[in-house]
């Protein structure tokens, strides 16, 4: 069972008081097709980590507010929005790892789950998280280069880099991870 992990994909990081617009929307059509990809798969899910944060939490200090939990700019863009399928989840988080006190480990052990794709934003920071939570965990890591982005003046390369030699990651993109699970599933 593989999980797909949309990390961060919120109103605030996208137009909102952290926004990315520039380089999150080009990421949007590759995390949009394989959404729907997984949720078409009996041997998928898709996970939401989402920032939802409250006033006291370290990240404000850094960032200042935004995608407080309960507002618009902590809910998923309209673009790749949840809509309730089954094997979907919505996973708040406070931390920029997915798995940092949010129970998910425990949620994907339950769905057997044995591999992440880890899609979002942003590499260098939440992906990177997502992915050390991923790794200490014992997952299997995918990474679609098409499907993650950074902030200007971080070096997304690096970011991607980083992921494959510290992490073990699988540096691939959303065409290869479709294909070979469509090669797989005819098998």
């Known amino acids: 069972m593989k999980a797909l992990i949309v990390v961060d994909m919120l109103n605030d990081f996208y137009t909102g008081v952290l926004q990315n617009e520039a380089h999150a ?3 949007v059509p590759v995390i949009r097709q394989l959404i729907e990809h997984a949720r078409g798969r009996p041997d998928w899910m898709v996970v939401y980590s989402n920032d939802a944060h409250r006033a006291d939490d370290g990240e404000i200090a850094i960032w200042g507010p935004h995608a407080m939990a309960g507002t618009k700019g ?16 919505v996973s708040p988080k406070r931390f920029y790892g997915a798995f940092d006190e949010t129970g998910l480990d425990e949620i994907l052990k339950q769905y057997g789950v044995t591999d992440v794709v880890i899609t979002g934003q942003h590499t260098h920071c939440c992906v990177r998280h997502s992915s050390y939570g991923a790794f200490i965990r014992g997952y299997g890591i995918e990474i679609p280069a098409d499907g993650v982005c ?12 980083y992921l494959r030699t510290i992490y073990g990651a699988v540096i691939t993109d959303s065409a290869a991870i479709l294909a070979a699970d469509g090669a797989r599933k005819a098998a």
Do not use: C, T
């Not at 902590?74 to 089954?86: K, M, R, S, T």
């Not at 950074?150 to 880099?161: R, S, T, Y």
């Open 74 to 89: 902590a809910e998923v863009i309209e673009a790749l929005a949840p809509i309730g399928a089954p094997r979907e989840i």
């Open 25 to 27: 929307s080009k990421i």
């Open 150 to 161: 950074v902030f200007d003046g971080v070096d997304n390369e690096a970011a991607i880099e």
